[in-house]
């Protein structure tokens, strides 16, 4: 089966690291823990069970690195996680470190796992460069990105579930595809949307009782009802408007998506607040449209939930 790497929240991507370097190192991988540095490293002393091979297995101390990332469609050659000048990305950061463990005879194999997708460029551009910071042999330096665990997952398929992954409970996520052309379609029209109508729709259920059914705080259902319920208007004229109906058809789409996550997930979330933030902040991460038009995207959002598109009109007990 496969996984969308990118929607493992840090600690599964962590889990399913070690689950895996422990059938490919063996049982003594010891599991992640946090640095000061902020990393999580994860480290194995001995032979390795078949790991690069059985005939020729690594023999020492193998430190293993798990690096996640909310983005969508990454990779390892994105300047934020690898150049050749600056020192901001993401490998430059970790090259003191492990030069410092070199150094002290704790490393002699480097492996680094990323939910990001990894070319043969980027394969040999990165190893190079660690290798000759740090003092490291290429072949002794080994890198994952999403190709090689979809190879490796279907050799141990076990591991998901000693991980505790599984598609029904992924963590919630949306596709921000349709959204951002929804978005972009009412920030082409920003006077629009702008405007303010003096008489906003009205909601199929109280706001209040909304409120109430979904376990929205009082003062988060306040904030959002002051920022954006003038926005609602213009919304649903915009969406309206005959020559939008592809427009409306990829909103349908997307609150049909919204709403079956929201249902299959929401036991994961102690109110409707931690839901709309969760997802706010993930379309942003994923998508420069959406990010560059925060303000929009949330009044989409909010509209969504005013007009009981997302989230429950009744009591579940009473369904």
């Known amino acids: ?9 840090p600690e599964q991507f962590e889990s399913l690291t070690v689950f895996l370097c422990q059938h490919l190192l063996g049982a003594g991988v010891q599991g992640f823990a946090k640095g000061p540095d902020g990393g999580r490293d994860a480290k194995f002393v001995g032979t390795a069970e078949i790991f690069p091979s059985r ?12 690096k996640h990332t909310n983005g969508y469609n990454k990779t390892f050659s994105d300047p934020e996680f690898f150049s050749t000048s600056g020192k901001n990305n993401v490998i430059a950061q970790e090259i003191p470190r ?50 090689q665990l979809e190879t490796w997952l279907k050799r141990f398929p076990d591991v998901p579930a000693l991980a505790k992954i599984d598609p029904i409970d992924a963590p919630l996520i949306v596709s921000p595809d349709e959204l951002a052309e929804v978005v972009q379609g009412l920030a082409e029209h920003k006077a629009l949307v702008r405007a303010a109508f003096a008489n906003p729709p009205t909601p199929r259920v109280a706001y209040a009782e909304k409120n109430r059914l979904n376990n929205m ?75 560059r038009n925060k303000k929009l995207t949330r009044a989409i959002l909010f509209y969504m939930y005013w007009m009981c598109d997302i989230g429950e009109t009744e009591d579940v007990a009473t369904k």
């Open 1 to 9: 089966m496969k996984y969308a790497y990118e929607d493992l929240g």
């Open 55 to 66: 005939s020729a297995p690594w023999t020492g101390t193998v430190i293993i690195q798990a």
């Open 98 to 147: 492990i030069c410092k463990l070199r150094t002290e005879k704790n490393l002699d194999y480097y492996m680094l796992f990323a939910n990001r997708r990894l070319g043969g460029n980027a394969e040999n551009k990165i190893c190079a460069s660690i290798s000759k910071q740090c003092d490291i042999p290429s072949d002794s330096i080994y890198l994952c990105g999403v190709e």
């Open 217 to 291: 705080s009082r003062q988060y259902a306040q904030q959002q009802l002051r920022r954006y319920l003038k926005e609602t208007g213009q919304i649903q004229d915009f969406l309206g408007m005959p020559e939008n109906q592809s427009l409306l058809g990829l909103y349908e789409t997307v609150i049909d998506e919204i709403q079956l996550k929201i249902t299959a997930k929401r036991k994961n979330y102690q109110t409707f607040d931690e839901v709309m933030e969760y997802l706010a902040d993930l379309l942003f991460n994923r998508d420069n449209i959406l990010s």
